[in-house]
């Protein structure tokens, strides 16, 4: 078993909260996050598309990059970049044996998310980037990502309810949260966040995207929007992913790039698993790891543009709003297939199902993905509810003649 299967193994083992042991594996790592200009990214919704967004201008722009994020949808290795490309799965390796090394006499050992940030820092730092866009992983506040320092750009990208035992249940909790990686930089927001999380952000004195942002024309194959007098075309559906690239923008400006950087950059960027259709066969499958209700508005946008019949395969995870999740998407459907996610954090399938029946007249409880596909008569089929979903969906598709 090599080091990239120990660490995803020892994920089972879940997460720990609090900077301390990362900032201690960092110092005897050499403090490699002092090395790079860091651009940090918190939110409910959306860190994966504003880093995909910020990565692709900055290399446009010239600027050696490398980029953590997680959970992988497809492949380990698409968790670190470099230059907006999946790193060499060595590389990987050798920074994660680095880690681990470095973490040896640890009091308290660190987790595996952990040892991914470090590895992470490392590998940009030793590789000579310039910045380093990096994701948060849950919250802010005590999330391994902020024992990080020099910090050029915080950022926070949506404020939602989640993880409500870990972060509190309200909307004042979730900002104090995302809003603890506010340090010592400037902090840029988009203007589609709601009135008490908008006036804490100003309250920190947040720079402030898409104020007069306008869709000009959408489709499921991208849409194109003004902002500050400029007009940008983007990959991805949905309006909030218009507020996700003002955002990049925004930040782009206050770091110097111009306009033609971020227009291919912005135009660049794509993201595996995010409304992401597939046309196979005669039919249509539309991939998203939308996990929560707010997440779901670019799929549905998506999905009411589509004729046709519609087949839905759906899992989530047990800390998850099921009943509002479906109550948005069950109308869409002729046929909800159940299964149950990969994760030892998993909700039950009769639960799931449960939330389907109300609002759809077929709900199915499926042994697996596979089970779930086969035999599907509609025209569209669409995987959601977690990226632990999509590469099996994935694969099978692939398989398909």
Not at 89 to 102: G, M, N, Q, V
Not at 150 to 166: D, F, N, P, R, W
Not at 279 to 298: F, I
């Amino acid at each position: 078993m090599d080091i990239i299967e120990d660490v995803q193994n020892a994920r089972m083992s879940g997460s720990k909260f609090g900077t301390e042991r990362t900032a201690e594996l960092l110092r005897r790592m050499g403090r490699p996050d002092e090395k790079l200009k860091i651009i940090h990214v918190a939110g409910s919704n959306g860190k994966g598309s504003v880093c995909a967004y910020v990565t692709n201008i900055l290399v446009c722009a010239g600027h050696t990059v490398g980029t953590f994020t997680s959970p992988e949808v497809y492949c380990y290795e698409e968790n670190f970049r470099l230059g907006g490309r999946p790193a060499p799965r060595e590389i990987i390796e050798r920074y994660l044996s680095f880690a681990e090394d470095a973490a040896h006499g640890m009091s308290d050992s660190p987790a595996s998310f952990e040892l991914e940030t470090c590895a992470a820092l490392a590998m940009f730092a030793g590789l000579g980037c310039e910045y380093c866009v990096l994701e948060c992983g849950l919250g802010g506040l005590y999330d391994a990502t902020n024992a990080v320092s020099h910090k050029v750009l915080a950022v926070i990208t949506s404020i939602t309810l989640e993880h409500t035992a870990v972060l509190g249940g309200s909307i004042a909790d979730i900002c104090r949260h995302k809003g603890g990686i506010v340090r010592d930089c400037p902090v840029v927001v988009p203007a589609n966040l709601c009135g008490e999380a908008a006036r804490y952000f100003a309250g920190l004195g947040a720079v402030v995207a898409g104020d007069d942002l306008r869709i000009a024309e959408s489709s499921p194959r991208g849409q194109r929007f003004t902002c500050g007098g400029e007009s940008y075309f983007i990959r991805m559906a949905g309006r909030e992913q218009a507020y996700n690239a003002a955002v990049a923008a925004k930040c782009a400006h206050m770091l110097g790039i111009g306009y033609d950087c971020i227009a291919r950059g912005l135009e660049a960027a794509v993201l595996p698993g995010r409304v992401e259709i597939i046309e196979k066969c005669g039919r249509r499958y539309v991939l998203d790891g939308a996990h929560n209700p707010q997440a779901l508005s670019p799929l549905v946008q998506t999905l009411k543009g589509m004729e046709g019949g519609k087949r839905l395969i759906y899992t989530c995870l047990s800390d998850k709003n099921v009943e509002e999740c479906a109550r948005i998407l069950g109308g869409l459907f002729t046929c909800v297939n159940i299964v149950v996610s990969p994760s030892y954090r998993a909700m039950d399938s009769a639960r799931m199902a449960r939330a389907f029946v109300p609002c759809c007249a077929q709900v199915r409880i499926c042994a697996d993905v596979a089970s779930a596909l086969a035999g599907a008569e509609e025209d569209t089929v669409v995987a959601c509810g977690s990226f632990t979903l999509l590469k099996e969906v994935k694969q099978w598709i692939e398989k398909e003649q």
